[in-house]
C-alpha cells in the first residue's frame, strides 16, 4: 500500500466515479483502477460495488474512509513541516473556490502563482461557498476562495478564519425587454411590486441568496423564487431571455463577458444597497504550508493593487 492509492481511494470514495476521480486526479482510468485493485488485494476484501457506471463503498469501505482521510491528512501535516522547516515552497496546494470566483476573480491569481511557484501543485476543487466552507473546516482543503458567510453567528466561528478580499456590490436585475426594466426607468420600483413577477435566484440555502430573502424579510416581505440554481452564469442567461428577475453582482454588468450578460440590466428598487464579501477562509488549527502562506500573500498582493479585475 502507498499514499497514491489511499488518495485514489478517497477521491473515488468522495466522487462516487472511477472517472471523476480521474479527472481530480491528472491520472488516466486505468491508473485510478489498478490503485484501487491493489489496495483491495492489500487488505484481501472489495472495497467498492460497481453498479453500472456508479460506484458504491463497500462496508469495508465505508470504515476504511474515515481512517484514510486521517492518515492523508497527518501525512499533509508531515510534509507541510517537513516543507516550512526548509522554507521551500512546494508540495500540493488543495484550494476550494466557486464556480463564479474562479471565473471571474482568480485566473491572474492562479496564472502568478503558478509562475512564481512551479514546484506547486494546484488541486483545485470547484464547489458552492458554504460546501467550501465546511471542506476547510474538516481540513479537507488549506484554503478558500469564496463568498464569506455574513450570518450574525459566522463571526463568532472559531473553527475558521476569514480574511475579506473583495467588496462585491450586488444588483436587482431583469433583462432589456422586460416588464420591470421598462418600469424602473420612470420609477424606483418598491420590493413588494417585485413579488408580482417570477424570480430566478440562487438557493436560498447560500450566502447570496440569503442576503436576497433578508432584504426581503427586513421589509416584512416574504421571498419564494420560482427557479433557482447556484451558478450565477446560468442565472444571468434565464433572466436575459426574460424568465424572472433576479440579485447579481454589479461587476456581470459592469464588465459583461457573454452575450447574456449584455441583454441584462439594473433595477432601481427602494431597498438598502445589497453587498457580499468575498475572501479566504482558513483553519487556524491547521498548519498553513509554505505554499498556503505563499497563496495568501498572492491574493492579498493583487487585491492591494487591484491587479485582480
Request: charged share 20%; net charge neutral; with cysteine.
Amino acid at each position: 500500500m502507498d499514499w497514491n492509492e489511499l488518495r485514489t481511494f478517497i477521491a473515488v470514495a468522495e466522487t462516487a466515479s472511477f472517472s471523476r476521480a480521474s479527472e481530480q486526479l491528472f491520472i488516466t482510468q486505468p491508473a485510478v483502477s489498478r490503485r484501487i485493485q491493489a489496495l483491495e488485494q492489500h487488505f484481501g476484501t472489495r472495497l467498492f460495488d460497481r453498479a453500472g457506471k456508479r460506484v458504491f463503498l463497500t462496508p469495508h469501505g465505508e470504515l476504511l474512509l474515515p481512517r484514510a482521510r486521517h492518515l492523508m491528512r497527518e501525512m499533509e501535516d508531515t510534509e507541510t513541516l517537513m516543507h516550512n522547516v526548509e522554507h521551500r515552497v512546494a508540495g500540493v496546494l488543495n484550494l476550494a473556490t466557486s464556480h463564479h470566483i474562479g471565473l471571474h476573480r482568480l485566473a491572474p491569481v492562479l496564472q502568478q502563482y503558478a509562475k512564481t511557484y512551479p514546484d506547486v501543485a494546484l488541486n483545485i476543487r470547484f464547489v458552492d461557498s458554504e460546501v467550501a466552507h465546511s471542506m476547510v473546516r474538516k481540513a479537507e482543503v488549506d484554503l478558500a476562495v469564496v463568498t464569506l458567510d455574513s450570518t450574525p453567528d459566522s463571526t463568532s466561528d472559531t473553527q475558521l478564519e476569514r480574511q475579506v478580499l473583495w467588496v462585491d456590490p450586488l444588483c436587482f436585475v431583469a433583462g432589456e425587454s422586460h416588464a420591470l426594466h421598462q418600469l424602473t426607468e420612470t420609477e424606483e420600483i418598491p420590493l413588494s411590486r417585485l413579488l408580482r413577477f417570477p424570480a430566478v435566484l440562487p438557493g436560498l440555502s447560500t450566502f447570496t441568496g440569503r442576503i436576497a430573502a433578508d432584504a426581503f424579510s427586513a421589509a416584512g416581505l416574504t421571498l419564494n423564487p420560482g427557479m433557482s440554481t447556484n451558478y450565477l452564469e446560468t442565472i444571468a442567461m434565464l433572466v436575459s431571455i426574460g424568465l424572472g428577475w433576479s440579485v447579481l453582482p454589479h461587476s456581470m454588468l459592469d464588465a459583461p463577458q457573454t452575450e447574456a450578460s449584455r441583454r441584462i440590466r439594473a433595477l432601481k428598487v427602494a431597498t438598502a444597497p445589497l453587498i457580499r464579501h468575498l475572501g479566504m477562509v482558513a483553519n487556524p488549527r491547521r498548519t498553513r504550508s509554505n505554499a498556503a502562506l505563499a497563496f495568501s500573500q498572492t491574493l492579498k498582493d493583487f487585491r492591494d493593487s487591484d491587479m485582480a479585475f
